[in-house]
């Protein structure tokens, strides 16, 4: 699994360039981000160096920031390589909350998947030739 | 352990002759030196000699802030100028400014008054007392001094204001209480943690006495866990005296009233009339000690009930409930009478969120509408929208069928709802029309 840094936001102007400010300003980078919005607030879901430290950095300036294990798993840039992915997890009845993806090169994508009802998921999509991302290869842990 | 152990403990029939006693003296002080008692009586027909029972007080006219702004500033005076040492003024934000003076020994009973609750959290002459109450026209400050002082504490006059070298002293001069409003106190907790301390555990400070704003149980509960301490609820009102009317003891099922200074009633706020003790009603005042401004029947709008049942603590005073509302912040919404205490009831009841909350008015065409800002617990889930979502849902319906209006849930950023240094404002009206 991997660690994804999540931010509550208003859903207001400017909200989300102060939030990206205080990771940059914590000297760290940033790789993936995903929004969710709402009509009142929205959630920030990003991939980031050092992601507790980012956590702790916002949450020094007021922000409600937490650290969220997802999956992240690499899928290849060919027809169907997302739809094998899901239709497997589907097999394992593990839900999906949200995913979203990130391109790392033109080969392959990284999707990340927040996912509930199953163990050791990790360890069977590796036995079923799928290629789990360890947190190393999405962002620098120390 | 008591502060004033012979009076604190006297005998119920004992302490009732001695509140007749006085209030046939503050009866025909009131009478013989204020017009406007000389007046109102004189209306009702009635004499001070007509008191001849503590039941017979429910003949005599009621005094409303009104009649205290009528006065201003110094027509309920009932001493000659060079008796008065000191005045006090409510803010006048909701209209004319009402003033109170105090002689030495109006000022000598209010010490005493606040000692007792000093006592209640077990502090003594040896103890640290914090005082983060502003000082100045508003009676909070000097109120809580003056009750350090008669006890011989050292007392620590902060004031309000400043909250990291508020925390920098609590620490370094090992404060054993602290005297603030409930919303400070969070306010010092919360900065005290946000700089890296454990106050629950570092710190000597092991009680709080806290008053003047009202306070849900989740708060007090908040502020018990991150201080580590006893909390006491202190009651008071400028127009009575200012904090130490009625304070809460260890037993914390409510607050025992001064009854030797203060005589209470609760009335119906419809009918005027008395309540038994247990029914909730219109708190209702009259002064037994006051030599400056003596008060008859002061109706001061907070809502409680009188708890007569014998205390665990040993004190024969009666006790009050702690305060439900005002009878004149109560709200009416799309012509529903709604008290501000009701929503905080709701909210309590969701762990998820924080204790902190503000409602907003805003006015939608010919309809109210209600918006309350609410913050969720830092542990809560909120990765996840379908979580969010579910509990604004479930935070509406329990609102909705509570109170029959509907609410617009807004869960806003934490430090959004301004965490005040004196009393926080939990509601904002902004309709058209309302009072500012």
Known sequence: M???????????????AAACRVVSDAGIDMHALNLADTADFGVARMLTDTPEAAAKALRERGYRATVTPVLGVRVPNVAGGLAALLEFLDDQDANIEYGY????????AVDVLKVEGSDDLEQKLSDAGFQPVAPQDVYRIG | MYYQPDIETMPREQLRDLQLERMKKTLSRACGNVEFYRRSFKEAGLEPGDLKSLDDLARFPFVVKQDMRDAYPFGLFAVPKGDVVRIHASSGTTGQATVVGYTAEDLRNWGDCFARGICMVGGDSTSTIQVSYGYGLFTGGLGAHAGGEALGCSVVPTSSGNTRRQIQMMRD?????????????????????????????????????FGAEP???SLREDIRKKLGIQYCDVYGLSEVMGPGV???????????LAEDHFYAEIIDPETLLPVPDGTYGELVFTTLTRACCPLVRYRTRDITRILSEQCACGRTH???DRIVGRTDDMLILRGVNVFPSQIEQVIVGFPEIAAQYQIILTSKGPLDRVELDVETVPEFPFDEIRRLEGLKRRLASELKSNLQIAVDIKIVEPKTIERGEGKAKRIIDLREGSRA
């Open chain 2, 173 to 209: 001069l090992g404060t054993d209480i602290l005297a603030c409003t409930p919303s400070y106190a969070l306010l010092i907790a919360d900065t005290a943690i946000e700089m890296g301390y454990d106050p629950a555990t570092e710190f000597k400070i092991s009680a709080g006495i």
């Open chain 1, 101 to 108: 993806c990130f391109s790392a090169n033109d080969g392959y």
């Open chain 1, 2 to 16: 991997i660690s994804q840094l999540t931010v509550f936001l208003e859903n207001e102007k400017g909200r989300l």
């Open chain 2, 215 to 217: 306070a849900s149980e």
């Open chain 2, 318 to 320: 009666r006790k009050i």
């Open chain 2, 246 to 256: 009625a304070m809460e003891c260890a037993e914390s099922k409510g607050l025992h």
